[in-house]
């Protein structure tokens, strides 16, 4: 398999970026990179975190700290995710299993893409035996077919997936201008395996003055309604993901979700949305601890975990430096990305006086 070694001059996330950008076309590098329309929320999430200072304690008791958490029931050895990201093997030609196996390796948890490049049952017959790994989850758009929505969702099931993590932010793609300059095409070989079979829905001719996203494509959109019989049909938790505002929040839990995760899809959906470091407090404060919260967007430092913590979150989820490592060195790559966070992570609650991360608080 082609580039498995990690460079010996990649120290932290940020030069696995670097690195990966010579490992991507301009085509793939447009679709991982970029986010939507002017990319200002793409750069919030970043900033968001920086902004945040950490006020260290001193001269606390750390011997025998840990970064265990626990999340919908299970013990992990870290609350670091990767999180869920379409058609891996853009990247790199073992794509989601390499992912996957880095994962495992490193006791994270994965939310594998509905639109990933590999079969669901591949990825979860790869990495269930492993007694290690951290939760195994499935994303889901619910698609315009409900009956084949529900065969998606009993495959997850029977393939062992632990929990069902619906996108509830993207009734359509956002402005990716980044995408449309490259020309962004799907290479032949790579595509959404496990949507096969689906048909595209009925389009409607247009009449005068109407809109082909309002009267043809948002037909389609899910709604709350859906979320209540998403729940109808599966036994697995539902966690929400792409949740910002707090009156939304307390309407998921109103339904009973497993969980949340404030999102704004990396900044690839809606230009403007505010940061997820901003978001994440208003959500917290809004559920009061009724179900765990999770969030994602521009973590890059173990700091950037340890600050999500305090502020309420169980875990968080990390998207484009796997990428990176995936792109650099596949499946060692994205675990050597892992160890760096988690060895940061540990660095950051010992600097602060934190031996768990129980101690860490707003």
């Given at each position: 398999?082609?580039?498995?070694?990690?460079?010996?001059?990649?120290?932290?996330?940020a030069?696995?970026?670097?690195?990966?950008?010579?490992?991507?076309?301009?085509?793939?590098?447009?679709?991982?990179?970029?986010?939507?329309?002017?990319?200002?929320?793409?750069?919030?999430?970043?900033?968001?975190?920086?902004?945040?200072?950490?006020?260290?304690?001193?001269?606390?008791?750390?011997?025998?700290?840990?970064?265990?958490?626990?999340?919908?029931?299970?013990?992990?050895?870290?609350?670091?995710?990767?999180?869920?990201?379409?058609?891996?093997?853009?990247?790199?030609?073992?794509?989601?299993?390499?992912?996957?196996y880095?994962?495992?390796?490193?006791?994270?948890?994965?939310?594998?893409?509905?639109?990933?490049?590999?079969?669901?049952?591949?990825?979860?017959?790869?990495?269930?035996?492993?007694?290690?790994?951290?939760?195994?989850?499935f994303?889901?758009?619910?698609?315009?077919?409900?009956?084949?929505?529900?065969?998606?969702?009993?495959?997850a099931?029977?393939?062992?997936y632990?929990?069902?993590?619906?996108?509830?932010?993207?009734?359509t793609?956002?402005?990716?201008?980044?995408?449309?300059?490259?020309?962004?095409?799907?290479?032949?070989?790579?595509?959404?395996?496990?949507?096969?079979?689906?048909?595209?829905?009925?389009?409607?001719?247009?009449?005068?003055?109407?809109?082909?996203?309002?009267?043809?494509?948002?037909?389609?959109?899910?709604?709350?309604?859906?979320?209540?019989?998403?729940?109808?049909?599966?036994?697995?938790?539902?966690?929400?993901?792409?949740?910002?505002?707090?009156a939304?929040?307390?309407?998921?839990?109103?339904?009973?979700?497993?969980?949340?995760?404030?999102?704004?899809?990396?900044?690839?959906?809606?230009?403007t949305?505010?940061?997820?470091?901003?978001?994440?407090?208003?959500?917290?404060?809004?559920?009061?601890?009724?179900?765990?919260?999770?969030?994602?967007g521009?973590?890059?430092?173990?700091?950037?975990?340890?600050?999500?913590?305090?502020?309420?979150?169980?875990?968080?989820l990390l998207?484009r430096?796997?990428v990176?490592?995936l792109?650099?060195?596949?499946?060692?790559?994205?675990?050597?990305?892992?160890?760096?966070?988690?060895?940061?992570?540990?660095?950051?609650?010992?600097?602060?006086?934190?031996?768990?991360?129980?101690d860490?608080?707003?």
């Amino acid at each position: 398999p082609a580039r498995q070694q990690v460079p010996s001059d990649i120290v932290i996330l940020a030069d696995h970026e670097q690195h990966a950008r010579q490992h991507l076309d301009d085509n793939a590098w447009a679709y991982f990179s970029g986010g939507a329309a002017d990319e200002i929320t793409l750069r919030a999430n970043r900033s968001a975190w920086d902004a945040l200072p950490l006020w260290p304690r001193v001269l606390r008791p750390l011997a025998g700290g840990h970064t265990r958490v626990t999340l919908l029931g299970r013990t992990l050895a870290h609350p670091i995710l990767l999180a869920p990201i379409a058609s891996q093997r853009l990247a790199h030609p073992d794509g989601e299993l390499a992912m996957a196996y880095a994962a495992a390796a490193l006791g994270a948890g994965v939310v594998l893409s509905t639109q990933a490049s590999a079969s669901l049952e591949s990825i979860a017959e790869a990495v269930r035996p492993d007694p290690g790994r951290g939760p195994l989850w499935f994303q889901l758009y619910l698609q315009h077919d409900r009956g084949f929505t529900q065969a998606l969702v009993a495959r997850a099931e029977a393939a062992g997936y632990e929990a069902l993590v619906l996108t509830v932010d993207a009734p359509t793609s956002g402005a990716r201008d980044r995408e449309r300059r490259a020309g962004f095409r799907l290479p032949s070989g790579v595509g959404p395996v496990n949507l096969a079979g689906l048909q595209p829905p009925p389009a409607p001719p247009l009449g005068p003055g109407q809109s082909a996203l309002f009267d043809r494509l948002l037909h389609h959109a899910p709604t709350w309604d859906d979320v209540a019989w998403l729940q109808s049909i599966t036994r697995l938790p539902i966690v929400l993901k792409g949740v910002l505002h707090p009156a939304d929040a307390r309407q998921a839990i109103s339904l009973g979700v497993a969980g949340l995760i404030v999102s704004n899809h990396g900044g690839r959906t809606l230009d403007t949305a505010p940061a997820t470091a901003h978001a994440l407090p208003r959500v917290v404060q809004a559920v009061q601890g009724a179900v765990p919260v999770l969030v994602d967007g521009g973590i890059r430092r173990g700091t950037d975990v340890l600050k999500a913590i305090a502020l309420g979150a169980s875990a968080v989820l990390l998207g484009r430096p796997a990428v990176w490592g995936l792109a650099n060195a596949g499946a060692a790559g994205v675990a050597h990305v892992l160890r760096l966070l988690r060895d940061e992570l540990e660095i950051a609650m010992a600097l602060t006086g934190c031996a768990t991360l129980a101690d860490a608080s707003p």
